[in-house]
């Protein structure tokens, strides 16, 4: 079996990871310093968050230049030493891949605007005609992610299509000099040893050639980056067009290469279709993180994401957390419950079948940050939207290594890009070592175990029966997991409550009960 098919795998946020130089932002250097940590956390790999040169406008998914390192952020020797050292330490390394948008500032963009309507450089691009009767309108109605209008207007009275910010233009994928320029981009990172690649916003690279409205009856509820039927942007059949050729340039690389993808579709079954055989790897299962915490939910989003990759022979891939949504503490609840809660999702993460995702900071049980001081904040999803969504850097808010005081040993520079907050005292790094109860410890606890385990990893989850709050499964012939989503305790299933516990979220009180928002993994007389 393929290491993806059950890795586990941590997203490095590199501007917030660790800064080696000093300048208050996260850097490679600084990743490289703290590459021990994550192999004594026991992860397989590493996803690092986009660091190429960019104008910054959307945390570095803004990209000038796909085939470099952000100078903040060091240069490509850094980036060689940083695989060559993560290798070294077994761990692999993941990157970003930005294919639907380029930043402004890319030269081709630049070219695009200077050139006339209609010529070569335009064409890699959505550049159209305006609606009106001087161009005055934008080609049609659609609505930029970030707040706003989708377009933007240049001098010459052309719009042009962002789906994102007006500083990341949306690439036109049925142009075929953008499709050889990223089948080379994959070549240039996978000839320097990257193990993969996540790929940003994979269900958005096709758009309806004729630019229609969107459908009127789009489910409200459902966020507007999300894919619903018949939708103009996202998940159009002509996407896996792409994922079939990037899946031919992986295969011919040795060794495992592996993608990821970042698509937003909801219904399993189009879904499964990103993973199918000849396309992409694995796809993020946004279906479980966005799930409530609920027992009900929560098996929902197991059994319906199981299922449609069964069909496809994918494996699953759960993720809890990642930087563009409310940490999940927050999430289920704030404070002490939301912790509890945390704890919990996180051994049920780690003991279903195939990979998972752990963002820098899950394994300390850090928190959202939700008082920013506003002229701190970069999102712009906080700006475009006139402050009212706060945006997402408050779950990018630096590390906390060590000591007492911000900046917690992130930087030697006392103010870093965004502070932390002073109560992160108790949830450094260096802290939670010291604490055998601490969330750290429970990770820690939880990766040793399931690498050690050819059950956790490999063997077939079997529901049981349990109280209407409790999620329980046996995991082959000896393992099993018991989460109880309730707030008040209730019974094991039976056969676990007599077996030998191998961890637990929080302390088990009583033989034969589970406390309210606590897991349990326990091994199974043979
Ligand atoms: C998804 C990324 O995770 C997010 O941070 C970014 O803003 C959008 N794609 C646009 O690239």
């Not at 990209?63 to 240069?75: A, I």
């Not at 796809?283 to 609920?294: E, G, I, K, S, V």
């Not at 209407?468 to 056969?495: E, Q, W, Y």
Request: with cysteine; net charge negative; proline share 7%.
């Amino acid at each position: 079996m393929a290491w993806w098919h059950d890795a586990v795998i941590y997203q490095v946020y590199v501007r917030s990871f660790a800064d080696s130089n000093g300048d208050g932002v996260g850097d490679l250097r600084g990743i490289i310093a703290k590459l021990p940590y994550l192999a004594q956390l026991g992860v397989d790999a590493l996803w690092l968050n986009p660091f190429y040169p960019s104008p910054q406008k959307d945390a570095g998914y803004d990209v000038s230049d796909y085939r470099d390192v952000e100078p903040r952020f060091g240069e490509l020797r850094d980036f060689d030493d940083l695989v060559g050292e993560a290798h070294g330490l077994g761990l692999r390394v993941i990157v970003d891949l930005v294919p639907n948008h380029t930043s402004s500032e890319h030269p081709w963009f630049r070219a695009a605007v200077a050139a006339a309507p209609n010529s070569r450089e335009r064409a890699r691009y959505l550049f159209r005609d305006g609606r009106g009767e001087s161009g005055e309108l934008p080609p049609n109605e659609w609505q930029s992610i970030f707040g706003g209008s989708a377009w933007t207007r240049v001098a010459d009275g052309q719009w042009y299509l962002h789906l994102f910010a007006p500083e990341q233009p949306d690439l036109d994928w049925t142009d075929q000099e953008v499709v050889a320029e990223f089948d080379d981009i994959l070549r240039f990172w996978l000839d320097r040893g990257v193990d993969g690649f996540r790929i940003d916003v994979a269900h958005g690279l096709a758009k309806d050639p004729d630019l229609v409205e969107l459908p009127v009856d789009l489910d409200p509820d459902i966020p507007t980056w999300v894919a619903q039927p018949r939708h103009p942007f996202w998940d159009r059949d002509e996407v896996h067009e792409v994922y079939r050729r990037w899946r031919g340039i992986l295969d011919s690389y040795p060794g495992d290469r592996v993608t990821v993808a970042e698509a937003w579709v909801y219904d399993p079954t189009r879904y499964a279709r990103y993973v199918r055989r000849d396309e992409l790897h694995t796809a993020f299962n946004f279906t479980f993180l966005m799930a409530p915490w609920d027992a009900a939910e929560l098996r929902a989003a197991i059994d319906d994401t199981l299922e449609s990759l069964r069909q496809v022979g994918a494996p699953a891939t759960w993720v809890l957390a990642n930087h563009d949504v409310e940490r999940e503490v927050s999430r289920y609840g704030d404070g002490a419950i939301g912790l509890r809660r945390a704890r919990a999702a996180g051994m049920l993460m780690l003991s279903l079948p195939g990979s998972a995702y752990i963002y820098q900071g899950e394994e300390l049980g850090l928190e959202e940050v939700r008082d920013l001081p506003a002229e701190l904040r970069q999102d712009p999803l906080y700006f475009r939207s006139g402050g009212a969504d706060l945006g997402r850097d408050g779950c990018r808010v630096p590390m906390p290594w060590s000591g007492d005081a911000p900046p917690f040993g992130f930087s030697s520079n006392p103010s870093p890009w965004l502070p932390q907050p002073p109560t992160w005292a108790a949830k450094t790094v260096e802290a939670q070592e010291r604490d055998p109860a601490s969330t750290l410890a429970l990770y820690r606890d939880a990766l040793r175990i399931r690498r050690s385990r050819d059950d956790l990893r490999a063997g077939e989850l079997r529901w049981l029966e349990a109280d209407a709050s409790v999620l329980a499964f046996t995991r082959g012939s000896g393992f099993a997991c018991a989460v109880n989503t309730g707030s008040g305790a209730a019974s094991l299933p039976a056969g676990l409550a007599s077996a030998h516990v191998l961890l637990a979220s929080d302390a088990l009180e009583r033989g034969g009960e589970l406390p309210g928002e606590t897991a349990v993994w326990v091994e199974l007389p043979a």
